[in-house]
Each structure stands twice: as C-alpha cells, then as structure tokens.
Antibody, heavy 115, light 110 residues
Framework: EVQLLESGGGLVQPGGSLRLSCAAS????????MSWVRQAPGKGLEWVSG????????YYADSVKGRFTISRDNSKNTLHLHMNNLRAEDTAVYYC????????WGQGTLVTVSS | DVVMTQSPLSLPVTLGQPASISCRSS???????????LNWFQQRPGQSPRRLIY???NRDSGVPDRFSGSGSGTDFTLKISRVEAEDVGVYYC???????FGGGTKVEIK
C-alpha cells in the first residue's frame, strides 16, 4: 500500500524559512516523479513544485520560483521542500503527491505564515 | 498560461439522481503522444484529494463505476450516475501536462 506522510509544517514569521518532508513507502520511490501541491484555507488546489525520479530535473510554479527548492533523497525514500522568504500568501496545507498525475496523496501539513 | 474553468461552482443534487460537472480548458489537452491528460479529483470534507479519473476516462482502482469521465480537445465532463451521500465534496479537474487545476465544483445533497 502506497503511503505518503508529510511533516515539518508549523507557524513561521514572514520572511522566515521552513523545510517540509514527505516520507514515502509502498512503491519504488526512485522510479517516480514527485510533487508538492498546496491548498490555502478555503481555496482550491495549486501545484507548487515537482521533481523527476532521479532528482535531476526540478520545476516550480512562478509564485514560488526563487524562494522554494525541491529535493529528494532516494536512499531514504524522502521528498523535501525548502521554503525561504515566506509570505502570508504561502499559508496553506502542503501535500506531497506521486508522479506527474498525482495518483497518490499524503494527508498534508499546515504551514502558517504570520507575525 | 492555461486556465481550467469548471461549472457549476456549486451543485445541489438529490440522492440517487445523476450529476454532471463540466471542465473547459483554454488550451488543448492533447499531448504530442496523442493522449489527452485530463484528471479528476475528489476532495471530501476534511480529507486529502483523491484521484478518481485519469487520462479523461480511466477510473482509478477502487473508484465506483457510477463515476465516469468523457470529453475531448478542450471540453470534458465528470458524471455521477446516481449520487450517494459519500459523494459530497469538492471535485477538481486538472490539466495533466500543465499541472493546472480548475477552481472546483462543490457537490452537496439537497
């Protein structure tokens, strides 16, 4: 059974940094691209960033380009999202999702950016 | 940038009756490989999203056959043949190559 478990969310001040993690199990992690998708309170879904299975290719939404960095550790079956210079509008539940068509989702981790 | 437009925004349905959600893309979803990458997701209240349909009309494992997807080019539809109480939630379409979601359609019971 595929499982994705996010962690690392919390309250951070504007301009601060946070690192999210997603622990994967139940599939050959290194064979699949992974993405982060977020959902602001009461709003819809927004793709944030994606990474190829090898980690050699990364992609970002314009809204986070230059501030967020996606990475993965295939030896530990873990996906990361490093978030810098956080803004109030980054407040959201962040989900990790498998492959480019989001077949599987985690339960999400809440990031709140507020002073 | 591609825009995915869903309608209606809200869909009150009587239990046992059909429901239909429309999704229109500002750009064709037909990839150079000939496939159309249009996905549908369900998000029940308080839960993570769940993929229901991929590549326009393929149901994911465990998805009841009362859900069906259809369409081509830029116009797509998700149909629920007979709505059940567990179908309450928000439904999103997604352009599978541009990774852009529609705004969502909230299905509720009348």
């Amino acid at each position: 059974e595929v499982q994705l478990l996010e962690s690392g969310g919390g309250l951070v001040q504007p301009g601060g940094s946070l690192r999210l993690s997603c622990a994967a199990s139940g599939f050959t992690f290194s064979s699949f691209a992974m993405s982060w998708v977020r959902q602001a309170p009461g709003k819809g879904l927004e793709w944030v960033s994606g990474i190829s299975g090898s980690g050699g290719s990364t992609y970002y939404a314009d809204s986070v380009k230059g501030r967020f960095t996606i990475s993965r550790d295939n030896s530990k079956n873990t996906l990361h999202l490093h978030m810098n210079n956080l803004r109030a509008e980054d407040t959201a539940v962040y989900y990790c999702a498998s492959n480019w068509n989001f077949q599987h989702w985690g339960q999400g981790t809440l990031v709140t950016v507020s002073s | 940038d591609v825009v995915m437009t869903q309608s209606p925004l809200s869909l009150p349905v009587t239990l046992g009756q059909p429901a239909s959600i429309s999704c229109r893309s500002s750009q064709s979803l037909v990839h150079s490989d000939g496939n159309a990458y249009l996905n549908w997701f369900q998000q029940r209240p308080g839960q993570s999203p769940r993929r229901l349909i991929y590549m326009v009309s393929n149901r994911d494992s465990g998805v009841p056959d009362r859900f069906s997807g259809s369409g081509s080019g830029t116009d797509f539809t998700l149909k629920i043949s007979r709505v059940e109480a567990e179908d309450v939630g928000v439904y999103y379409c997604m352009h599978g190559t541009q990774l852009t979601f529609g705004g969502g359609t909230k299905v509720e019971i009348k």
